[in-house]
């Protein structure tokens, strides 16, 4: 039995001014080919890893072709786009050509990746995918929490399974799980039958952690209806609003065993129970003001501010400054920001020299919105080239790297800038400079919840805030142009 691997992903925002090159890719997460998808990803938590354990469990031959993932940004250059897919189609014509044809596909994508001409990117993968091995060959997709799923790519899979956690920390899981039922329905075993039910529905990041309520229940929902018989797998997908789609929304998606009335019975039961409680799923934002007293009447230590609005893990340009300024104006002793993305001042620092002070604008560089720069009369206390090890669950068994980035302190507020739009999933880079996070009073991070895996053991307390920046979650205030239906809470408002 030989099965193919790899996919082309990236969760992509519209609102980005800075498109997603082919370098983006390449420099990224990394571009893998071959044999290196393995050496890569063996025993590592991501769904590619997960493939990897499903081919010694099973004893399937793998057939590695491309992985690639750009850090989330701006829409895809067309150009870029096509080379990759290209290249991944020939990589399946070569494979087949030598060691003949693959008995099915294992794709790891996200879901809510956007091209230049093509809204559905992910739909437009699989699309291609599927016309390369014809109609009869399974081919079975993990994707993200966070996609915008379209009835196109469900027609061209033979089965969807979506992450269960946020953070994500299941994503080998969801690997194997894909492993497991492309070889079932390979022996013959299940029939798999999907159907996705869409929710003109926005749902609140402060609503998605998986390990506390309102979302401990969704999944406990989800986790009882996978035991029904003739369930074989039940997604819900909280969607990516900073995508202007026509599909941008959640939606919940259901595999049944050779039974579609049962597969759409089951998706119809979970939407309508998702969209009568509406409401708990909406968390209204908090300015980043109103969150720090929150934070110093709860008087629970550190005090950990989530900038979602300025998410570098969603595509957001990570150099807002609206935080940056509060510490610096109220003095805040013991404080770190992790982290701005500014290779210029991490270039000045570098040149600078640890040890020196030095005056140089921070931030607010990509866009207006993003704030204005803070100048800072700031020492250099250490320099990185940006490589570290991840020490959390989520991404545990791989290396990043951030580029060129320096610690910078003024007073008690300290500020990491680095180079690579990625947000902090945890303290290890931190670590690597010599800070001691845990010390600290109080924490800005620009994440939205991934960074809760390892932070939120020892925080005192954690609080999302809506600082201004592109990534706003008043989604009324987001641009669209190509949104085709009216939305709960913009056009559709919360009950009283």
């Given at each position: 039995m030989r099965i193919?691997?790899?996919?082309v992903?990236?969760?992509?925002?519209?609102?980005?001014?800075?498109p997603?090159?082919?370098h983006?890719?390449?420099?990224?997460?990394?571009?893998?080919?071959?044999?290196?998808i393995?050496?890569?990803f063996r025993g590592a938590n991501?769904?590619?890893?997960g493939?990897?354990?499903g081919a010694?469990r099973?004893g399937f031959?793998?057939?590695p072709?491309?992985?690639?993932?750009?850090?989330?940004s701006g829409v895809?250059?067309a150009?870029?786009?096509?080379t990759l897919?290209?290249e991944?189609?020939?990589r399946?014509?070569?494979a087949?050509a030598e060691?003949?044809?693959?008995?099915?596909?294992?794709?790891d994508l996200?879901g809510?990746m956007?091209?230049?001409?093509?809204?559905d990117?992910?739909?437009d993968?699989?699309?291609s995918?599927?016309?390369a091995?014809?109609p009869d060959?399974?081919?079975?997709v993990?994707?993200?929490l966070?996609?915008?799923h379209t009835?196109r790519?469900?027609d061209?899979a033979?089965a969807?399974?979506?992450?269960?956690?946020?953070?994500h920390?299941d994503?080998a899981?969801r690997?194997r799980?894909?492993a497991?039922l492309?070889v079932?329905?390979?022996?013959g075993?299940?029939r798999?039958?999907?159907v996705l039910?869409?929710?003109p529905l926005?749902?609140?990041?402060?609503?998605?952690v998986t390990?506390h309520?309102?979302m401990d229940?969704v999944l406990r929902?989800?986790?009882?209806?996978?035991?029904?018989?003739g369930?074989?797998?039940v997604?819900i997908?909280t969607g990516f609003p900073?995508?202007?789609?026509?599909?941008?929304?959640?939606?919940?998606i259901v595999?049944a065993?050779?039974?579609?009335a049962?597969?759409?019975q089951?998706a119809?039961e979970?939407?309508?129970?998702v969209?009568?409680n509406?409401e708990?799923?909406?968390?209204?934002?908090?300015?980043?003001a109103?969150a720090?007293?929150r934070?110093?009447?709860?008087?629970?230590?550190?005090?950990?501010l989530?900038?979602?609005?300025?998410?570098?893990g969603?595509?957001?340009?990570?150099d807002?400054?609206?935080?940056l300024?509060t510490f610096?104006d109220?003095?805040?002793?013991?404080a770190?920001i992790?982290?701005i993305v500014?290779p210029?001042a991490?270039?000045q620092?570098?040149?600078a020299?640890v040890?020196?002070?030095l005056?140089l604008?921070?931030?607010?560089?990509?866009?207006?919105?993003?704030?204005?720069?803070v100048?800072?009369?700031a020492?250099v206390m250490?320099?990185?080239?940006?490589?570290?090890?991840?020490?959390?669950?989520?991404y545990?068994g791989?290396?990043?790297?951030?580029g060129c980035?320096?610690w910078l302190?003024?007073?008690?507020?300290?500020v990491?800038?680095?180079?690579?739009a990625?947000q902090p999933?945890?303290?290890?880079?931190?670590?690597?400079?010599?800070i001691?996070?845990?010390?600290?009073k109080y924490?800005?991070?620009k994440?939205?919840?991934?960074?809760?895996a390892?932070?939120?053991?020892?925080?005192?307390?954690?609080?999302?805030?809506?600082?201004r920046?592109?990534?706003t979650h008043?989604f009324?205030?987001?641009p669209y142009?190509k949104?085709t239906?009216?939305?709960?809470?913009?056009?559709i408002?919360?009950?009283d």
């Open positions: 193919a691997i790899g996919g992903s990236h969760e992509t925002s519209s609102f980005s001014v800075r997603t090159t082919l983006d890719f390449e420099t990224g997460f990394g571009l893998f080919r071959g044999s290196q393995v050496e890569r991501i769904c590619t890893g493939f990897l354990e010694e099973y031959e793998a057939v072709l491309l992985w690639t993932f750009a850090y989330p895809i250059e150009a870029a786009y096509a897919k290209a991944f189609l020939e399946l014509r070569q087949e060691g003949g044809p693959v008995d099915g596909v294992l794709l996200h809510a956007v091209v230049e001409g093509i809204d990117g992910d739909g993968f699989v699309e995918v599927r016309a091995i014809g060959r399974p081919i079975v993990t994707f993200d966070h996609g915008n009835q790519r469900i061209a033979t969807v399974i979506g992450f269960d956690t946020y953070p920390i994503m899981q690997g799980e894909a497991d492309i079932a329905t390979l022996q075993k299940v798999p039958v999907t039910r869409q929710l926005f749902w609140s990041t402060t609503s998605q390990a309520p309102p229940e929902r989800v986790h009882g209806l996978e035991q029904r018989p369930i074989l797998a997604t997908s900073w995508a202007d789609v026509p599909d941008v929304g959640a939606s919940v595999v065993d050779g039974d579609r049962l597969a759409e089951t119809e979970l939407a309508g129970w969209w009568d509406r708990r799923w909406y968390a209204p934002p908090v300015a980043v109103d720090l007293a934070g110093e009447a709860a008087g629970r230590y550190p005090i950990i989530a900038d979602h609005a300025d998410n570098t969603g595509g957001a340009p990570g807002s400054t609206e935080i300024q610096l109220r003095g805040l002793q013991d770190v992790l982290y500014d210029e991490a270039r620092a570098h040149a020299g040890g020196v002070k005056t604008p921070v931030g607010g560089k990509s866009a207006p919105i993003q704030g204005p720069p100048v800072m009369q020492e250490a320099l990185s080239d940006g490589d570290f090890t991840y020490d959390g669950p989520m545990a791989l290396t990043g790297n951030m980035s320096a302190k003024q007073g008690g507020v300290s990491v800038v680095v180079t690579a990625e999933l945890g303290p290890a880079f931190a670590k690597t400079l010599g001691d996070c845990r010390a600290m924490i800005a991070v994440s939205a919840a991934h960074f809760r390892s932070f939120e053991p020892f925080a005192g307390s954690i609080i999302n805030v809506d600082s920046a592109i990534q008043e009324h205030k987001l142009k949104r239906r009216k939305v709960f809470p913009v056009e408002p919360p009950r």
